[in-house]
Structures are given as structure tokens and as C-alpha cells.
């Protein structure tokens, strides 16, 4: 499966087929928001880097039901999931290098 298969555009209707994944990031943007298309280049990599981790795009315009589930208040918005339950939020740009710390992190807490 290619890196870019594992970055998904969901909305209110398709995202529980995908929520079953072990590792989950629900991402909240905007199309006019600048650090959200900047964030762009940062889950590529991630999803090159790990082949386990699904990036799940929820754009807050077309999905508000979601918006409000999540409590997402600006944008951009990042949620981290693993195993079903939320290890991380973050609100604003995140690099992909603290990324990759929080995954490294939760794969060694995980398997100990």
C-alpha cells in the first residue's frame, strides 16, 4: 500500500470505516487555512515513514457534526489514537519530527 493511500479525506458519513485502524490520526482543517496545507508535506512523510499509521483528513466546513464530536475549536487540529483510545491532541502545526517521537513513544509503551 502506498503513503498515500494511508492519508484519507472523511466525512460524517464515511469515517467509521475507518476507525478500526490501530493507529489513527484524525486531522480537523480548512481549505483557507494556511497551516493546515502546510501540514501537507508533514503527513506525507509521516505516512512514508510509518507504513501502520492512517491520517484521517476531516475538512471542518463539510464535516461540523464531527467538528463538535471532537470538540475542535481551531484549526489545524490533530488527534492521535492508538488502539481505539485518544494518546494526544494538539491544536496548531506540529512537526513531523515530534510526531514521529509520539509514535516511537507509544509503540515502546505499547509493547512492554
Given amino acids: ?6 492519508i484519507i479525506d472523511v466525512n460524517d458519513m464515511t469515517i467509521n470505516n475507518y476507525l478500526k485502524f490501530d493507529k489513527l490520526i484524525l486531522t480537523f482543517y480548512a481549505p483557507w487555512c494556511g497551516p493546515c496545507k502546510a501540514l501537507l508535506a508533514v503527513y506525507n512523510e509521516l505516512a512514508e515513514t510509518f507504513h501502520d499509521v492512517y491520517i484521517l483528513k476531516i475538512n471542518i466546513d463539510r464535516s461540523p457534526s464531527l467538528t463538535t464530536q471532537y470538540q475542535v475549536e481551531s484549526v489545524p487540529t490533530l488527534l492521535y489514537f492508538k488502539g481505539g483510545k485518544q494518546i494526544k491532541r494538539y491544536e496548531n502545526i506540529v512537526t513531523f519530527n515530534t510526531l514521529k517521537q509520539l509514535l516511537n513513544q ?5 509493547h512492554e
Fill in 106 to 110: 507509544t509503540d515502546v509503551v505499547t
Fill in 1 to 6: 500500500m502506498n503513503a498515500n493511500s494511508r
